[in-house]
């Protein structure tokens, strides 16, 4: 074969080969074409998805500066453009008081290699402020070097305003508990209001707390507190003084427990304003079943002004308290009822004891339940046999007949006392002339039995025999007297 044709089939070869290498480089550049489709359908799915989710994203490099965010984030942080915060350092949007503690988790995490989840408060363009959770995971480049940060940034002001709602419903329901048991065990008044003022202080439920009790003038009659010490003595002379401060007026007209959120400007004849500031006022009046007995007020973290919860547990602490005061009143009028019966009760038993005339406590039945020592000396029985004896055997029938009669009647005739005179039957069987007087005893319009009341009367009567007697002598003497007188002075 001679050069040339040598050459000729070197040339064929070589276009062959170009030809070959001519598609395989278009199939490379199809693939890569593809390649790139691909990869930019990847990237617009990632950027839908994040600026579709609905946390906020927040990319950072190893130094902390921002180099992606998404809509989420720029409108938590109160921005429009990503150009106002891509390139500015993650720690300028944190709150100042939680920045140092920021920077060390972030150094932490790149340096161990792995996220962590942290909550930290965010500042706001406009100076809000607002509750963050950040869940950051470690990005890491083609060597598998950390050199970045990327985080789930979501707020949770919400959610942590509700946490702390929780607990502080939490204290206030446990200086409730502690304020109910005290009303089961405490009788005595005062130490009851002091009890109730340092529970609701000593639980943090409240920066202070105070109660005052007032007359139907609205005048002072006893105050407690508990968390203010000597600064609460200028109320109390104002109260003695009867110059109610504002929120005292507006407690006694409220039915319902109310918050002030800025006293020094709402209540300013008030001696306690100094210790409000920043903080809120609660009151509420003390009323049960239609007294108002006076008012408990405390102090309130100011943030919580809004709650209606917390109204509504102060106003069950306030009605609980007004019925203790209510409960202490009766138990006062009760041992006072107690003591005046005690009272009555010895007045009557020495007056029944010591009385010279015989007396009987007829049930309706018209037996005896009861007689005195005078009733033991008139009839001769000893006290125990004349419980039980039917009056009748005492005083006759007629007296039987006639109790019976008197326990029939109602209305005004029970508040009747009977006079008569009877023959009454001693245990030795001797008859004795004596006045009996009979009053119907009831309790509330119903019959309870009658009081027998009996006096021996017979030497009274003999002595009225015998001055009848004497007397018609002495007229029958003198008419014979007359008549000599008038012979004599005929003769």
């Known amino acids: 074969m001679n050069n040339s044709s040598v050459k000729k089939q070197q040339l064929v070869n070589e276009l062959e080969e170009t030809r070959k290498r001519i598609t395989e480089l278009e199939v490379l550049e199809a ?37 992606e965010v998404n809509e989420v984030a720029l409108h938590l942080m109160g921005y429009s453009y990503k150009e106002e915060v891509i390139g500015r350092n993650s720690i300028e949007f944190v709150a100042e008081r939680d920045r140092t503690r920021a920077m060390e988790d972030v150094k932490r995490a790149l340096e161990e290699g792995h996220g962590t989840k942290m909550e930290y408060t965010l500042q706001t363009k406009d100076g809000r402020e607002i509750d963050s959770e950040a869940n950051a995971t470690v990005l890491r480049n083609s060597s598998g070097n950390p050199v970045g940060l990327i985080s789930a940034v979501r707020d949770i002001t919400k959610h942590k305003w509700a946490e702390t709602e929780m607990q502080r419903l939490n204290l206030v329901l446990h200086a409730i508990q502690s304020v109910n048991q005290l009303i089961i065990k405490e009788k005595d008044r005062d130490r009851l209001l002091k009890g109730i003022c340092n529970s609701l202080v000593e639980n943090r439920g409240y920066y202070n707390a105070w109660v005052a009790l007032l007359d139907r003038s609205q005048k002072l009659i006893v105050a407690a507190e508990a968390g203010l010490g000597k600064a609460f003595s200028p109320m ?44 809120g006022a609660i009151s509420a009046r003390l009323q049960y079943r239609g007294k108002v007995y006076g008012i408990l007020s405390a102090s309130v973290p100011g943030r919580f002004i809004t709650s209606t919860e917390e109204l509504t547990l102060f106003e069950e602490v306030a009605g609980n308290i007004a019925f203790a005061l209510h409960t202490i009143e009766l138990e006062k009028q009760h041992r006072l009822a107690q003591e005046q019966l005690v009272a009555s009760e010895k007045r009557y038993r020495d007056l029944f004891e010591s009385a010279g005339e015989a007396i009987f406590v007829i049930n309706p039945k018209g037996k005896v339940v009861e007689a005195n020592q005078a009733a033991v000396a008139l009839f001769g029985y000893t006290l125990k046999e004349l419980v039980g004896m039917n009056v009748g055997q005492l005083l006759g029938s007629y007296s039987l007949d006639f109790a019976r009669a008197q326990l029939k009647k109602g209305g005004k005739e029970r508040d009747i006392t009977y006079r008569y005179e009877c023959q009454a039957v001693k245990k030795d069987g001797t008859e004795t002339v004596v006045q009996t007087a009979i009053r119907p005893m009831s309790v509330s319009g119903e019959s309870r039995g009658l009081h027998f009341i009996a006096r021996d009367i017979t030497q009274e009567k003999l002595m009225q025999d015998n001055m009848r007697f004497y007397i018609s002598e002495v007229t029958l003497s003198q008419e014979k007297e007359r008549k000599r007188i008038a012979r004599e002075l005929h003769d």
Not at 46 to 58: A, P, T
Not at 245 to 260: D, H, N, V, W
């Open 31 to 67: 693939k890569h074409k593809q390649a790139e489709e691909t990869l930019q359908e990847s990237k617009e799915i990632q950027r839908f998805v994040f600026d579709s989710i609905g946390e906020g994203i927040i990319i950072i490099d190893s130094v902390g500066n921002i180099v």
């Open 236 to 279: 109390i002379d104002q109260l003695n003084s009867g110059d109610l401060t504002s929120c005292c007026e507006t407690a006694l007209k409220e039915s319902r427990a109310f918050m002030i959120s800025d006293p020094a400007s709402t209540c300013t004849n008030c001696p306690l304003v100094a210790r409000y500031a920043g903080r």
